[in-house]
């Protein structure tokens, strides 16, 4: 500096550093998920199989706005589904508004003979795909669930079912005794998603499943009539006036009484109702309908469900004559821990085969493997070894072999990453289809004949190709291009393997290192949680790439504020075996925050710009609970935490949740499991949020551990968002700013910028897979 310059005064360098957080900001705004789409084009393809054909259309955003494609698997064309310039201009003649060619808001499409039906602007619209001539059947319908072939629909009135001949508009009644807790088509009050219904304006349809043929559907009749109460207050109404109650059945850990449900099919020609021919099943929170686990053969004369005990440690899987009612139940399996129905939840790893043999999956062996339970009784390993089946893709009979994804069987490899492999039913050796190290998502046909195959990982763009039954690639799809999403300061997490806390154990890691990254500073450290036992934080796969369910979604955020960013999958979580999903239940809680401590630390010892006297931890839900587990147990490490909708006492959380993830009252220790009696330990900061309208993790379960806190004589904040459900979908723009705010104020201590994200809107792909549809 020469005599002449000046240096810059205090204020002068505080205006570049808030002019710099405001760019970071900036940078972070533009990641999120809604603004992330504009940089990545054909990010995956996600195909919707015309009913029991081998064809398919998706959208496809690209450069030159959404395109359109429809695919013949058989016949291996691929092309335009429509004109979107002509259908935009009959559509926007229709609507009374200007619709964009380069962004059709169609999401869904019923097929006819030269035409094709969708819902604009809350209209149900025909449309001539000769002449392009659009005609306006009436209100879009919601709330039901349209039959394979377009003529019937199901909806939900005063907890009965009805039924709407779509092309004439006559309606029938189907039930007409149905009645407040005891009630056909319904979910439990805990999943019925009432507050998000309430405040997006939207009727989830009726839990149902139609036949192949359109010729019949099978529901459950939910009896909740002896199931205690939950209450909840709307503060601050959407139309204003008085706070107005919330009511709801709601189970939790130990309550005497648990929802049951009867299940029956129904005729739709005559409208006749047969009920199944056997005692109701267990369904204290999410219908097997709801999570694909409740289906028909393919000829429409049989329909199965799955179904278990109290804390799920048997199950069963049931078949029903629709005509008849007869009932009978074909396997049932016993285990010492809770079983899972496939590596996750929500999976549906059962098949059964024409000849009447099942295909199984079970964890037994403890790993998930495939079994055949034959007509005879017999039951023989189709797969086997210390590796995961993840997926059945599909089942040639004639062949006699099954297409399966796994992970953990190739030497050396990522053990999430799924691979392809054909298996022979009766035994033998296992073919492996693909082995280059990307992680399959298959997407397959009614028939399984034909799959789209969408390959990635967290630092490749997927790339989506068709394969046929044999897992021969049929046609290339789309390969996405992420050119914009790298230009914009993206670098894909570091992928790395650590040892847990016993030294011993392989636990795998991500690191997303800053933006404008330099070796030679010290960047503070924020670690995203969540505890599982169902899913992990670990994403494995690109950004909009599809693929199964994982808690970290933030990576990319954060390194665009000036952090390094980790997710570490602990013992404790799925993918690894039953040995290593149970390990939380088995030895305590305890150790999965030793694994990230013990993580971080390895992490740190060869990245010495991870600064470890500045350590966050975050988490929504179950990581709600586990951030502020961290910070309570393990005070000297995790300096601040910010713990949203956390269920941090699960002894008075919802009953299927503690008691199939941990156990029964007089197995499990609830108490010890909770937060509130540690609360004497904080000594960082902490910043409690929930939505006051949460109606799965209610907001007693913060309210609760505030109170020991309090009673602890504890400083620590807390946010209560009005009207927000469990997803925190209202005023989402503010809370994700406040939870930035927090982090940079008190973790990278600098003075948050004075900032306002854009309102987010709902995708309505997510929307559709949020109601079901």
């Known amino acids: 500096m020469t005599e002449h310059m000046l240096a810059p005064t205090d204020d002068q360098e505080k205006h570049a550093v808030t002019s710099d957080l405001h760019a970071r900001y900036t940078k972070a705004e533009a990641l999120l998920p809604h603004n992330l789409k504009k940089l990545i084009q054909s990010p995956h393809v996600r195909p919707n199989w015309i009913r029991d054909t081998e064809t398919f259309w998706y959208r496809n955003r690209t450069n030159e706005g959404v395109a359109f494609v429809l695919v013949d698997a058989q016949a291996g064309t691929r092309r335009s589904l429509f004109d979107r310039v002509r259908l935009a201009e009959a559509l926007s003649g229709v609507v009374e508004k200007k619709l964009d060619p380069a962004d059709l808001p169609i999401f869904e499409i019923e097929f006819l ?44 009135r005063d907890h009965n079912v009805y039924i709407r001949d779509t092309t004439t508009g006559e309606e029938r009644q189907l039930t007409t005794d149905g009645v407040e807790a005891y009630a056909y088509a319904s979910p439990a009050d805990a999943t019925a998603s009432q507050v998000m219904q309430e405040n997006l304006d939207v009727t989830m349809p009726p839990l149902i499943v139609w036949s192949p043929d359109s010729t019949r559907f099978i529901t459950h009749r939910l009896d909740q009539r002896d199931c205690a109460l939950m209450h909840l207050v709307r503060s601050a109404p959407l139309d204003g006036g008085r706070p107005k109650p919330m009511t709801y059945r709601y189970s939790m850990v130990g309550d005497e009484n648990l929802a049951t449900a009867e299940f029956m099919a129904f005729d739709v020609a005559t409208g006749e109702m047969t009920q199944a021919k056997c005692e109701p099943v267990l369904m204290p929170y999410v219908s097997p309908i709801q999570l694909d686990q409740c289906w028909w053969n393919d000829g429409g004369t049989k329909a199965y469900w799955l179904a278990g005990d109290r804390g799920e440690r048997t199950v069963r899987l049931y078949e029903m004559d629709p005509g008849t009612g007869e009932t009978a139940v ?19 790893n059962a098949r059964v085969l024409v000849s009447g043999e099942v295909l199984w999956w079970s964890e037994r062996s403890g790993w998930g493997h495939l079994y055949l339970y034959g007509t005879d009784g017999t039951v023989a390993a189709v797969t086997s070894g ?25 030497p050396g490899a990522d053990v999430y990453f799924q691979e392809l492999y054909s298996a022979p039913l009766d035994g033998g050796e296992i073919t492996t289809i693909t082995r280059d190290g990307l992680d399959h998502d298959a997407r397959p046909s009614q028939s399984g ?38 230009a914009a300061g993206f670098t894909p997490a570091e992928r790395v393997v650590v040892k847990a806390a016993d030294g011993t154990t392989d636990l795998y890691c991500s690191v997303y290192k800053p933006h404008d990254f330099d070796p030679a500073k010290k960047y503070s450290v924020v670690d995203e949680i969540y505890p599982g036992p169902q899913m992990g934080a670990l994403a494995h796969r690109f950004p909009l790439s599809g693929g199964v369910m994982a808690a970290e979604r933030s990576g990319p955020l954060f390194a665009a504020l000036g952090f390094v960013h980790v997710a570490v999958d602990h013992r404790g979580t799925p993918l690894r075996g039953k040995v290593f ?32 006297d500045r350590v966050g931890i975050f988490g929504h839900s179950g990581g709600g609970y586990a951030s502020t587990r961290a910070m309570l147990q393990e005070p000297g490490f995790f300096k601040v935490a910010v713990s949203s909708a956390g269920d941090h006492d699960d002894g008075t959380y919802h009953a299927w949740w503690g008691e199939k993830y941990f156990g029964l009252v007089d197995e499990f220790d609830f108490a010890a499991h909770a937060n509130a009696p540690l609360a004497e330990n904080l000594s960082g900061k902490l910043l409690l949020a929930h939505g006051e309208m949460d109606d799965n993790v209610t907001p007693h379960l913060t309210m609760r551990l505030v109170d020991a806190l309090i009673k602890a004589n504890k400083d620590f904040d807390l946010l209560i968002v009005p009207n927000a459900d469990h997803r925190m979908l209202v005023r989402q723009a503010y809370w994700l700013r406040r939870r930035w705010d927090y982090f940079v104020r008190h973790l990278m201590e600098e003075t948050p910028p004075v900032y306002r994200i854009a309102d987010i809107p709902l995708d309505p792909e997510s929307l559709a897979d949020l109601l079901g549809g």
């Open 386 to 410: 210390d590796w995961l089946v993840r997926r059945v893709v599909a089942v040639d009979e004639e062949a006699r072999r099954v297409i399966l994804t796994a992970s953990g069987r190739e």
């Open 113 to 156: 003979d030269g035409a094709i039906r969708v819902d604009v602007e809350k209209q149900r619209l025909e449309v001539s795909l000769d002449s392009y001539t659009a005609t306006v059947l009436g209100p879009a319908p919601t709330g039901e669930k349209r039959s394979p072939d377009g003529r019937w629909a199901v909806g939900r």
């Open 330 to 348: 074909l396997v049932e399996e016993t285990n010492e821990t809770t079983i899972q129905y496939g590596p996750h939840f929500f999976d549906r």
């Open 449 to 486: 004949r034909y799959f789209v195959d969408v390959m990635s990982r967290p630092d490749t763009p997927a790339v989506s190709v068709l394969r046929d039954g044999t897992g021969a690639v049929v046609m290339d799809l789309e390969r996405a291009d992420a050119s914009a999403l790298f």
């Open 581 to 612: 999903q149970d390990h939380a239940r088995l030895v305590g809680d305890g150790q999965y925050i030793d694994d990230h401590v013990a993580a971080i630390k390895q992490l740190a010892d060869s990245r010495p710009w991870m600064d470890l």
